[in-house]
Structure formats: C-alpha cells, structure tokens
C-alpha cells in the first residue's frame, strides 16, 4: 500500500482534487517566481546608467556648444566606458543568478544567446574604432 511509503505528511497526496489543483499552481507560481528573475534588475541599472551617461555629456557638450559645467573633455567618455563595463557585469552575474537552475539544451542556448551579443557588442565597437578616424570632425 502506498501510504507505508510516506515519509512526512507534506509528501503525502493531496486528499482531493481540488487540493491537487492548488498545490500544482502553488509550485507553478513558485517555479516562475525563481526562473524570471525581476525586470527592474535588468532596466533600472541600465536606464540609470544612460541616464547620467547622458547627462555629462550634455553638461559638458550643451545644445549650440554651450558648456554647462566645466569639465575635461574626456570624462564623459570615460564615465561612458566604465558604466557600460559596469552594468554589463551586473546584468551577466544577475542572469547567470537568475538562470543557473536551468540545464540542458535551454541552458546551451541561452549561453549562446549570450554569446552572441557579447560578440555582436564586440564587432560593432571594433567596426567603429576602424571607422572613426575616416569620420569627419566637427
């Protein structure tokens, strides 16, 4: 008989269908819970870090040429580089956090999603650096 086999009484079958059905949508709720990590922790870091990207860049290179805060002209580029390389750690390591329960072929192909755009990033930028020195100054 199945019940000598039960352990503990939260591994015994649920005592009617009803139960059954709130028990699967309890477990279903708690596996999207842990598999889909919260957006904000993807468009916040990224939203902020444009965010002031943008706001140096419009301080120190204003509409008309106007500069609104005197500062060297390198440091918004600078701030540029380090908030990209800094938000793309967070954004790997809170991925890698978010999805590291999943195996298989899901994870062989979200790895080489991943991939993918580390490398597509990687040729735009150089693509660029090749480009920029024919590009016009003004």
Known sequence: MRDEFVDDVRDAP???PVAALRLIERQRA???RRLS???RLYH???GFAWLI??????????PGGRTFVAMPDWLPLAVLAVAMI?????TAVTSSR???QISGESARRGAWYGYAWFIGFAGLFAT???INPALPRT
């Open 14 to 16: 649920p005592p009617d």
């Open 30 to 32: 708690e596996a999207i």
């Open 37 to 39: 990590p919260d957006p």
């Open 44 to 46: 916040w870091p990224w």
């Open 53 to 62: 990207v943008f706001g140096l860049f419009f301080l120190r290179y204003g």
């Open 86 to 90: 800094a938000v793309t750690v967070f």
């Open 98 to 100: 978010a999805y590291s």
């Open 128 to 130: 660029l650096a090749r």
